[in-house]
């Protein structure tokens, strides 16, 4: 019998470890492709598992609405029922095929999407065609959200953190706005089926659609997105010249404390400052210092307010995934006699970045930790996806990832410290108290 040379592991020292900013990353291409009605189809052919997700991206969110709570209803009652199926038919098509399709609205952009093995798309498409085309919104089905929709606003109406959640924005954006409008008991009760079946004939059977698809795609999936979407009086967004506009008339006053709940024994904090949108150049560098601040376990204001001062189980900083304007939030929940030494700590934090520079280390560790949480998205198809998502309909492009990773891996102490004395002014936050 031939021997066979295998090579041996050296078991007596350990493997190099490789800090996660030496990876080179790149965000896997995606494919574009037009429908005979304009529409644009972006498909990411990636994954060895036989399974597909596919997702419609409407212009159709509470920024485009007349009326309180239209898009929000007119997007979940989407697949209540067409002129051909009920709410249940539809239902048992999409679990037959062991497929889910779910619906969701944003303040620009509203969405469906479809999770399916790709061996059934074929079946479920023409569904999906229906719904876009034919939902009818029926009268019982409006009914029933209506009162559900009343009953869980009451319940979180309850909840400190719900209640800051709707005024911090309001607060920051104004409550006329989009992003700073919130709907009350009342909004719900005066939905209308023709305000649902209005917008859904505006926003969805004519609506302006993009198309994502991604994973292990079958060969002919063009061809079938043709056949089934392609004559259909949907079309590619005309642009932001269309956009309805909105000023951002933010409050007056910056501190806030509001009692909800006198026999609660916790209360939610949110600080938060208005911040420009994806397209200003300090966008980028500000995710890199806010990481530092509280965007990951590691970070300052875990450090202290958690770990040092044990005030709440966690507390984190962040940009808002808005796409005209973002804010900078600091959230988090705290016993109603530790609420306000908490956000004094949140102020310490920021002094200190506007006064010192971060050290080499803590610098380091921030910059391994958003390179390894760029690995995490680029793991799989659904994730890749979801980030080229992001990109588009922020109207950038495949520079804008570039860009982030050279200026995760290149900023410095002092570009940290800069961009803290711009944008970490306590005096330029509003700060609530909900308790």
């Keep these: 019998m031939p021997t066979t040379t295998r090579n041996k592991l050296d078991r007596t020292s350990a493997p190099p470890i490789k800090d996660a900013i030496e990876f080179e990353l790149t965000l896997p291409p995606y494919k574009k492709a037009t429908l005979s009605n304009g529409v644009e189809v972006y498909s990411i052919d990636m994954g060895n598992e036989e399974a597909m997700m596919i997702n419609w991206i409407f212009d159709g969110g509470n920024w485009w609405e007349t009326k309180k709570g239209v898009a929000a209803a007119a997007n979940t009652l989407l697949k209540n029922g067409t002129k051909t199926r009920s709410a249940f038919q539809i239902s048992e098509h999409f679990e037959y095929y062991g497929s889910f399709f779910n619906r ?51 319940v979180s109406l309850k909840k400190s953190d719900f209640v800051a959640a709707r005024l911090i924005e309001a607060y920051l954006y104004g409550a006329d706005h989009p992003y700073g409008r919130y709907s ?3 909004d719900y009760q005066a939905l209308e089926r023709e305000d649902l079946t209005g917008f859904f004939d505006t926003f969805y ?33 005309a642009g932001s010249t269309t956009r309805p506009s909105f000023a951002i008339t933010p409050a007056t006053q910056k501190r806030h404390k509001v009692s909800n709940d006198p026999g609660g024994v916790q209360g939610s904090i949110r600080i938060a400052r208005n911040f420009p949108n994806r397209h200003h150049a300090d966008f980028q560098k500000m995710q890199v210092l806010n990481n530092v601040f509280g ?5 300052r204001l875990m450090t202290n307010i958690r770990e040092d001062k044990g005030y709440t189980y966690g507390i984190h900083s962040y940009l808002l995934n808005n796409v005209q304007e973002s804010a900078l939030m600091i959230s988090t929940e705290a016993g109603k ?11 310490k934090e920021m002094n200190l970045l506007r006064e010192e520079l971060i ?13 390894g949480s760029i690995l995490g998205d680029l793991d799989g198809p659904f994730h890749v996806a979801g980030r080229w998502k992001n990109i588009l309909l922020n109207g ?6 570039n860009e982030s990773i050279r200026i995760i891996k290149t ?11 711009k944008y970490l002014d306590p005096a330029a936050f509003f700060e609530l108290t909900v308790i």
């Design 104 to 154: 969701s609205a944003h303040h620009e952009t509203a969405e469906l999407t479809l999770h399916c093995l790709n061996r059934h798309i074929g079946e479920l498409l023409p569904v999906v065609a229906e719904i876009i085309t034919g939902s009818v919104y029926p009268q019982e089905e409006l009914d029933i959200y209506k009162k559900n929709s009343q009953q869980r606003l009451q």
């Design 184 to 186: 009350e008991l009342a």
């Design 205 to 237: 059977r004519h609506g302006a659609c993009r198309i994502i698809a991604a994973g292990k795609l079958p060969a002919d999936l063009l061809t079938l997105l043709e056949a089934n979407f392609g004559s259909l009086p949907i079309h590619a967004p």
């Design 295 to 299: 965007g990951y376990f590691g970070s």
């Design 337 to 347: 006699e530790v609420c306000a030494p908490a956000i004094e700590e949140v102020y």
């Design 359 to 371: 050290d080499d280390e803590e610098l380091q560790q921030a910059r391994n930790f958003t390179i």
């Design 396 to 401: 950038l492009d495949g520079s804008y990832f």
């Design 411 to 421: 900023i410095s102490p002092e570009e940290l410290r800069e961009m803290a004395r």
